[in-house]
């Protein structure tokens, strides 16, 4: 998860952890309340011991990595429900609609004698990390489609047109060079734009494809005679998800991205040998 270090500081766990710190202050206490200072160096001495010893013993990495993700899960979790309060309208209630989904085939996996407890968990995760990322998508694509709606496609090309005339045939040095930055710019943002209906077609495609596959697990989740069934639909399913997610990331980016102001040239600017003027 972004923002979150996937691999836990082991040292950094052993020192902190509630007993460690629980142990290491009674004795300290119990040295200043004795006045026995032996006490005190006993626990300095055994800490330094467990310092050097406990951050590589297998059972605590195991349960520090176990705690690294309920965290990871709960803040994952956290962010969904954030997103999910924002979606309006029909992304809102296929994201519903798809949680319910979820819901039942948890309710039948787990009453399917061929999952053990172990996978069971492991493959609901996947099915939960499913729902999150239809959020995510459905998040990103409302995100997209409220901006491309602010922009027209006809306005910015003849800008651009505009802008690469006054380059090709204005006299005035200075003002050839505002049109070739204006015209680089506005360039960005036609490609921008591109990009953005791109990410929208596939991302529209993906939550399809998540749907549809969901729902099929759906009537499948009773009958599964093997779990390698479950695990390899959400496997591929995830695969696929992984390569859109990254444009989730990148449409992000050119969202919040900042353009530089077009300057205005031509008539405003100043009398010069063509009647080309853009207006913002």
Known sequence: MDGFDERPNFLKAAFLNVYNLSLLGGAGLAALATQDWLIGVGALALEALWLVVGPDLKPFQRAVKEGARQEREKLEQARVQNLLKDL???????????????????????????????????????LGQLYQSFVKLAA??????????????KELTRQLEAQQALERNHTDAALVELAKKNAQVLQKRVDAVRDIRTFLQRAR?????????????RDQALTMTSPDQLTEQLDGLLNSVDAVSQSVKDTDAILSGSFDPIAPIGDEAGAGPTRDRVQD
């Open 88 to 126: 309006a309208g029909r992304d809102f209630q296929r994201a519903k609609a798809l949680e319910d989904l979820k819901l039942e085939i948890e309710r039948d996996i787990a009453n399917n004698p061929t999952f053990s407890a172990i996978l069971l968990r492991t493959e609901l995760e996947k």
């Open 140 to 153: 990103a694509c409302q995100k997209s489609e409220t901006y491309l709606g602010t922009v027209s496609d």
């Open 205 to 217: 495609g993906q939550m399809n494809l998540i749907e549809n596959s969901v729902r099929l697990l």
